[in-house]
């Protein structure tokens, strides 16, 4: 059974950082691409960044420049490094497995979900 459990989350002043990390275990992380999302109260899940499996990235306009995803494949770990946060990054981060091919930005393309982290920034 594949499972992903997301740690990191917190509380930070706005222009702080906070990295997330992503564990998987069940099924070798090389094999998927990976992807965050978040979800703020009252809105839709909204991607964020997605890692393939040969290491390209594609990320949200909202988060380049600030975000940056990696993958320790031998850990089976993904993580996102959040810099300069704003009010606005405040969410429920989610980390999500995607068996498909190339780079998927949409939740319906992912396969496996993580129960999420609370990221809140203050102003």
């Known amino acids: 059974q594949v499972q992903l459990v997301e740690s990191g989350g917190g509380l930070v002043q706005a222009g702080g950082s906070l990295r997330l990390s992503c564990a998987v275990s069940?099924?070798?992380?090389?094999?998927?691409?990976m992807g965050w999302f978040r979800q703020a109260p009252g809105k839709e899940r909204e991607f964020v960044v997605v890692i393939s499996r040969s290491g390209s990235t594609y990320y949200a306009d909202s988060t380049k420049g600030r975000f940056t995803i990696s993958r320790a494949n031998a850990r089976n770990t993904v993580y996102l490094q959040m810099n300069s946060l704003k009010p606005e990054d405040t969410a429920v981060y989610y980390c999500?497995?995607?068996?498909?091919?190339?780079?998927?930005?949409?939740?319906?393309?992912?396969?496996?979900w993580g129960q999420g982290t609370q990221v809140t920034v203050s102003s």
């Open positions: 999500a497995a995607s068996v498909g091919p190339g780079l998927p930005t949409m939740a319906r393309e992912y396969d496996y």
């Open positions: 069940g099924r070798t992380l090389s094999s998927a691409a």
